[in-house]
């Protein structure tokens, strides 16, 4: 923590620069190159820090080598930066830092996932081997013409809403060839001049208040691509492999387009790279794709994604590549391709056009980029399907994992509260880093509202539609925190916003005792459900018709709140507020009460959408009154049995279905239904994903964190992992041992100053035999075939328990 201190105290006392005349509002985003020499005598043998950040996103290198980049995104008042050991990138003589940044207007919408101040910025400081390198008007800068972020009026609506911003038009004829290099000529840059929101004898702070980042630096690992899948042109196909395995080069003729589709062995992250040579003119578009689909219908008015279709993913010779091009003019001599921010595909279509001269292509690959998690838990034995499960699942949780948690890599990029609360718990199986998990909590505390709520998505540059539940999946994201690491101070820290999410909610309550309309301007957001689109744009849509009608009652909404107060007045009386925790369960029960007088149809034996719709139901209202306790025992079983079987209710998307298989588990029905309930995961395998997809309505991501649920089931329901004791001081393992036959695995549940804590749990009905280890003695109960619970401390030696 020192040093951290230290470092900020340094940067702080740094000056903020920028290009001179530099016209801010004039395009959604501009790159700006930065350079600033010094002399070593010779390489000091330690590391040597520096501290650097830029608004808003920025790549460094030293002496042309890649270093870093950021800031991590976060918020104004949090403004990240990153504390880097250039060390290994310095010579004697002359070095150069060189910098590029990326800076998206304030004026316009441009990327929806990165804030930004009202006036750009770089930021860097350190003392390298004695010289200081603080950035200040020693350092050149210029303006880089060459590049442009695509415009949004160029997208393609047919794939969504443009919420990235980040596809470039690149002219390497105009570029500043060789930039980074230490002999590079940049004597025509202009001298940077300092840019500061402060004002003499004014009490004004900097735009952007820093501080240290809090994850861990992004790797960068250089990977191939698998294969070449089709190629339209002379080029032979063996060719373009050769090139894809670094042994061979392509070359284009004058005049040709040679178009190359090839893929990564499963979706992934990365930053592209591709080496061209060849003569000035010459074309090259890339376009990166999560799947192959059909053919793209007309938008209707209204949709969202346009009439889009998806089969099977791979299905090359039916399907068609659909994305965001990005795209590059070549200069006379070498050009080497980068995409600035990293690119999410699968597939990926290259299209070279040869102006008068020959094009050569000697290198293609991407280095892959994900946040460093840890994967502790390892499954050694299960089903095929179910440890493919876990594979995919892996797959879409890291690539939905960077500096924040993102609904998806491709299209957004935003951390949402609901998904990342779902995100988090897959997370907390597999692992007990939490750093991620820390750095997203705190900021959706950091985004409360003058009306109680968080922002339903942030880190976000812009006013955005808020969808007030997703406020009640925050405050589950804290208590869940406290359930897997038992942490005081930090549910301390958000209680006050805990008591105002809540008060939003308890404030809507009608005189019916149930939940009411929200805010004109908020998306009352359920979920996505065929039977819920409706006309009237984005705020008609996935909700129940109950909403617009009579005083809005959503029986989900007021179940949701029910829940959440139950878990809150849990978490109040773990820190001692117990006078809160009882208010809470007296608000919970009323609400459920309510439910039951009010929305319960009991000719149909089903809890209606709400009041004013008494014929119509959904998936939702059950379930969550499950959840809730609005209904209980074989009642509840026979509701849920109901719920599962019936073809007639509008059902729960693939997020949703978690709330569904919790349910179940809850009612005991889980073990019965648990085929029924996979089969839409056993859908996707069929159709060749390698990631899970957003949902089977719209057609839209392939890749969406909030689709990983089979990593929860298989370490929570089916090696019956969870927590008899906060943070895992007591274990408690109930196998279900109906849908396994043999199975085992190593499973995280803590982590010391020794490092990660870890059972081991095996079975096989050939011995009926269950085997448990830990790596440190922890207190567990043992839950065996018929129920009966056995009392036992795990460590080194294994604990057998016939079952």
């Known amino acids: 923590m020192a040093n951290n201190i230290s470092a900020l105290q340094k940067i702080n006392q740094t000056k903020w620069i920028w290009v001179p005349d530099y016209d801010d509002t004039s395009n959604e985003a501009k790159f700006v190159l930065f350079r600033k020499t010094f002399k070593l005598e010779i390489v000091p043998p330690e590391p040597q820090f520096i501290r650097v950040s830029a608004d808003t996103r920025y790549r460094l290198l030293i002496n042309g080598y890649r270093a870093g980049f950021g800031p991590a995104k976060s918020y104004l008042t949090r403004w990240n930066f990153e504390e880097i050991d250039v060390q290994p990138f310095l010579r004697p003589g002359k070095n150069v830092i060189a910098v590029k940044v990326l800076r998206y207007s304030f004026a316009h919408a441009g990327n929806s996932s990165l804030i930004r101040g009202n006036v750009p910025g770089l930021i860097l400081q350190g003392v390298i081997g004695g010289q200081t390198v603080d950035t200040d008007e020693s350092w050149n800068a210029v303006e880089d013409k060459s590049i442009h972020i695509i415009p949004r009026s160029e997208w393609n609506f047919a794939l969504g809403p443009p919420f990235l911003a980040l596809n470039e038009r690149c002219d390497f004829r105009q570029a500043e060839s060789n930039w980074t290099a230490t002999d590079y000529d940049d004597s025509r840059w202009a001298r940077a001049v300092i840019l500061s929101a402060r004002s003499k004898m004014m009490p004004i702070l900097e735009t952007r208040r820093l501080a240290p980042r809090t994850i861990p630096l992004l790797p960068e690992i250089e990977t191939e691509f698998d294969s070449t899948v089709k190629h339209a042109g002379t080029v032979e196909r063996s060719s373009w492999d050769l090139l894809l395995k670094r042994q061979g080069v392509v070359t284009i003729a004058p005049g040709n387009t040679e178009v190359v589709e090839i893929q990564s062995p499963v979706l992934t992250t990365g930053f592209l790279e591709l080496a061209a040579s060849g003569g000035a003119g010459s074309k090259i578009t890339i376009m990166c794709a999560e799947s192959y689909e059909r053919e793209h219908a007309p938008t209707r008015p209204g949709s969202i994604g346009g009439d889009r279709y998806k089969e099977d993913r791979a299905d090359s010779k039916n399907g068609t590549l ?131 709520l968080v922002e339903t998505h942030f880190p976000v540059p812009f006013r955005a539609i808020n969808i007030p539940q997703f406020s009640l999946y925050w405050v589950l994201m804290v208590c869940d925190h406290y359930e897997y690491f038992a942490d005081e101070a930090l549910v301390r820290k958000y209680l006050g916003t805990i008591d105002g999410v809540l008060n939003h909610f308890l404030e809507r309550i009608g005189d019916r005792g149930l939940v009411g309309r929200f805010d004109e301007e908020a998306w009352p957001f359920v979920d996505w459900v065929k039977e819920w689109h409706g006309k009237g744009g984005l705020q008609r849509m996935a909700i129940p018709p109950a909403y617009h009608r009579g005083d809005g009652v959503v029986v989900y909404n007021t179940l949701i709140t029910a829940l959440v107060l139950q878990h809150a007045a849990d978490l109040n009386a773990a820190v001692g507020r117990h006078c809160v925790a009882r208010e809470y369960r007296t608000s919970s029960q009323s609400l459920i009460d309510s439910v039951n007088k009010y929305a319960w149809n009991a000719e149909q034996k089903l809890y209606a959408d709400g009041p004013s719709t008494p014929d119509k139901f959904c998936q939702h209202s059950q379930v969550f009154a499950i959840l809730a306790g609005a209904i209980t025992g074989e009642d509840a079983a026979d509701l849920m049995r109901r719920t599962i079987d019936s073809n007639d209710l509008p059902k729960c998307s693939y997020a949703m279905s978690f709330y569904v298989l919790r349910a179940a588990a809850k009612t005991n029905v889980y073990e019965t239904y648990f085929d029924k309930l996979m089969q839409p995961w056993r859908k996707m395998m069929a159709n060749n994903l390698t990631t899970w997809a957003e949902d089977d309505l719209m057609f839209r991501s392939d890749c969406h964190g909030w689709s990983s649920s089979p990593v929860y089931e298989i370490v929570h ?12 001081s007591k274990a408690r393992i109930a196998p279900r041992f109906a849908l396994q036959r043999e199975a085992s695995g190593t499973f995280v549940i803590g982590r010391d100053s020794m490092g990660d804590i870890t059972v081991d749990i095996a079975w096989s009905d050939t011995d009926s035999r269950l085997v448990v280890s830990a790596t440190r003695e922890i207190k567990a109960t043992l839950v065996l075939r018929d129920g009966k619970a056995a009392e036992v401390m795990l460590g080194s030696q294994p604990v057998i328990e016939n079952y």
């Open 717 to 728: 329901e089916i090696f019956g992992l969870s927590m008899a004791e906060k943070g895992y």
């Open 322 to 452: 659909y994305g965001p091009n990005d795209e590059y003019t070549l200069a006379e001599g070498d050009n080497l391709i980068e995409s600035f921010w990293f690119r999410t595909f699968r597939y990926v279509r290259l299209t070279c056009t040869a102006a008068s001269q020959p094009v050569t292509i000697s290198s293609l690959l991407f280095r892959e980029t994900h946040y460093p998690l840890p994967i502790v838990t390892k499954l050694r034995k299960t089903q095929p399907d179910l440890k493919e499960m876990w594979k995919i699942s892996l797959n879409t949780m890291r690539n939905c994992m960077h500096e924040t948690f993102e609904d998806c890599p491709y299209y957004e990029q935003n951390q949402f509260a609901m998904d990342t609360r779902a995100q988090i718990l897959f997370v907390y199986q597999v692992s007990r880093d939490d750093r991620l998990a820390r750095k997203t909590i705190h900021e959706f505390y950091a985004s409360r509202r003058e009306d109680g």
